[in-house]
């Protein structure tokens, strides 16, 4: 579903992305993992063309995504939950949502407040509440709900568990579950590794923008080399 080849991405003259390649297929969950810096932002952000490549290509389904504008790549069914939340926060929950709707894609069914509020019964309990009044846990469940309302068929979560309270995180991580069984694919940058495991097919290690390791959590848990040399602290 999603390909990365090659992928070169600069900050002026600071060189980020390093050859970057990986993919996602359809339904997985993929964690991107690595230190602060190690360029999983940047990685995230280059998908949606919010920082251009300068070498090297993006793939959605097949279709090149270096040449589109990041309000493009979202219509095509990509969408992107950034770290920093950007809600609407003079807007209600119920406003929120509706200025993230897009049609449905073809093959999978429509995203409705209905069925958000049933994955996020807080938002539900405070619908008519500005974002403002919103804890933290519940602005980033709100972000991920106004985009699922763009009815996107791939996710890009940059470190949804940044923030927010342990109760919070185990919910967000069921949520996970279940968008992941709903057919929606999931790209994950995190650096909290209990919840990357629990939600995971697959983890991408990255350091100073380079690919470490790909490979499934229990290939993961029995290399503790790659571990103590691109996680520890």
Not at 31 to 42: E, I, P, Q, W
Not at 102 to 124: C, S, V, Y
Not at 213 to 221: M, V
Request: proline residues 4%; charged residues 25%; aromatic residues 6%.
């Amino acid at each position: 579903m999603l390909e990365l080849n090659n992928v070169n991405s600069h900050y002026g003259k600071a060189h980020i992305l390093n050859d970057l390649s990986f993919s996602v297929s359809r339904g997985e969950v993929v964690s991107l993992l690595g230190r602060n810096g190690a360029g999983k932002t940047t990685t995230v952000k280059s998908i949606m063309q919010l920082v251009k490549p300068t070498t090297g290509k993006v793939e959605f389904e097949g279709k090149a995504l270096t040449a589109l504008a990041p309000h493009q790549v979202a219509k095509l069914g990509v969408g992107y939950v950034p770290e920093e939340r950007r809600i609407f926060t003079d807007l209600t929950i119920l406003e929120n949502l509706e200025v993230g709707r897009q049609p449905p894609r073809d093959g999978m069914a429509a995203w409705t407040k209905e069925r958000l509020f049933k994955i996020f019964p807080n938002l539900e309990e405070r619908k008519s509440n500005r974002g403002k009044a919103l804890s933290g846990g519940e602005q980033q469940m709100l972000t991920i709900a106004r985009t699922l309302m763009g009815n996107p068929t791939l996710l890009l979560l940059d470190e949804p568990s940044e923030g927010i309270a342990p109760v919070i995180v185990e919910q967000m991580a069921k949520t996970i579950l279940t968008l992941k069984e709903e057919g929606l694919s999931v790209l994950l940058s995190e650096q909290n590794l209990h919840f990357a495991r629990l939600v995971s097919d697959r983890a991408v290690i990255i350091e100073s923008g380079e690919k470490k390791f790909d490979g499934s959590f229990e290939e993961l848990e029995a290399n503790s080399e790659i571990r103590d040399a691109y996680l520890s602290v």
